[in-house]
């Protein structure tokens, strides 16, 4: 038995299968309307917790800031007592994760590569530092890394390592050997402890209501 439709014009029935109503010639067209279904959002922490990649253009300035306030930081510290000095690298690295994350929350991950950074910077202004007072004074410069030597050879009980170091001193070439390699031995240190305070900065950091970005 063949099934009929109803004309939406004039009312009259019509076989199933044909295009037009035999009556008006209405088309007869079916329309299916498929019910859309919604994309699956995303879950709200998933998309709080994403954070944009770091904007150097904003952060490089507050890394270079940080790296200057270091020197005072650290000759603060150095007053107390001398490895306390070390502890401003860390500070002034968590400092710039707060300066630059004002009123946002900023993972480890990118809270180590700010104080990655802020160290770099530290270890840059310091170094300039000590190229301008090597350059200005060079016989001074080299009396305070006797100094500084001595002391640290102080519980040396063979006193021929202390002729050898003096010696090396001695010799520009060596001076300068020897600037090169603490500086890369200090420019770690400053990356590792930057890294350490940033991570921690960032991990612990979350947006107050007082916070502007």
Request: charged letters at 15%; a positive charge; glycine letters at 8%.
């Amino acid at each position: 038995m063949a099934m009929s439709r109803i004309c939406s014009q004039c009312q009259a029935a019509v076989d199933d299968g044909k295009p037009f109503c035999p009556q008006c010639n209405a088309p007869m067209v079916r329309v299916s309307v498929e019910a859309e279904t919604p994309p699956n959002p995303r879950p709200a922490a998933t998309v709080n917790e994403e954070r944009p990649s770091i904007r150097w253009s904003s952060a490089l300035p507050k890394c270079l800031a940080s790296g200057i306030a270091s020197i005072f930081i650290l000759t603060i510290l150095a007053l107390i007592a001398e490895p306390l000095a070390l502890l401003a690298v860390p500070i002034m690295s968590a400092f710039t994760v707060w300066w630059y994350g004002r009123g946002e929350r900023i993972s480890a991950g990118v809270g180590a590569r700010l104080g990655a950074m802020t160290g770099f910077a530290c270890f840059l202004v310091n170094t300039i530092l000590a190229v301008a007072q090597f350059t200005a004074n060079r016989a001074g410069f080299v009396n305070l890394m006797r100094e500084t030597m001595d002391r640290s050879l102080a519980r040396e009980p063979n006193p021929q390592t202390k002729e050898m170091v003096h010696k090396m001193l001695e010799s520009p070439e060596n001076v300068i050997t020897l600037l090169a390699v603490v500086s890369v031995i200090i420019l770690i240190i400053f990356l590792v402890l930057g890294v350490a305070g940033g991570a921690l900065a960032g991990a612990g950091k979350r947006p107050s209501p007082g916070d502007s970005a």
